[in-house]
């Protein structure tokens, strides 16, 4: 079964930092995707940003364009995890941010923006960025 913990979320005055962190377990496949989504009690859920777990020697990614040049996704394989550094925050990055994943990954990326790409979900964490 797999389960999805994200964690690192909190409150940052704008222009600060905040790291947050995707734990993983129970893939039994080693080709899939894990994607980053933010929601907002008005909004729908959006895509942020996604990248590849595979065997291929290279991580993919993919940002939104609100975000690009300020959020970073990475992981750490012997972890398990997936995090999303995010800078210069602004007021409007406060959500609720979730990781999701999903069998089979691509080199293009941009193919999997789509919440309904998604198989699995976390639970979410709140991040919130005063003004």
């Known amino acids: 079964q797999v389960q999805l913990v994200e964690s690192g979320g909190g409150l940052v005055q704008a222009g600060g930092s905040l790291r947050l962190s995707c734990a993983a377990s129970?893939?039994?496949?080693?080709?899939?995707?894990v994607g980053w989504f933010r929601q907002t009690p008005e909004n729908e859920r959006v895509f942020v940003a996604a990248?590849?777990?595979?065997?291929?020697?290279?991580?993919?990614?993919y940002y939104t364009d609100a975000v690009k040049g300020r959020f970073t996704v990475s992981r750490d394989s012997a972890k398990s995890t997936v995090y999303l550094q995010m800078n210069s925050l602004k007021s409007e990055d406060t959500a609720v941010y979730y990781c999701?994943?999903?069998?089979?990954?691509?080199?293009?990326?941009?193919?999997?923006?789509?919440?309904?790409?998604?198989?699995?979900w976390g639970q979410g964490t709140q991040v919130t960025v005063s003004s």
């Open positions: 999701a994943s999903r069998p089979r990954s691509s080199r293009d990326l941009r193919r999997f923006q789509s919440r309904e790409e998604y198989a699995y």
């Open positions: 129970g893939h039994t496949f080693s080709d899939y995707t």
């Open positions: 990248i590849t777990w595979s065997t291929w020697s290279v991580a993919y990614t």
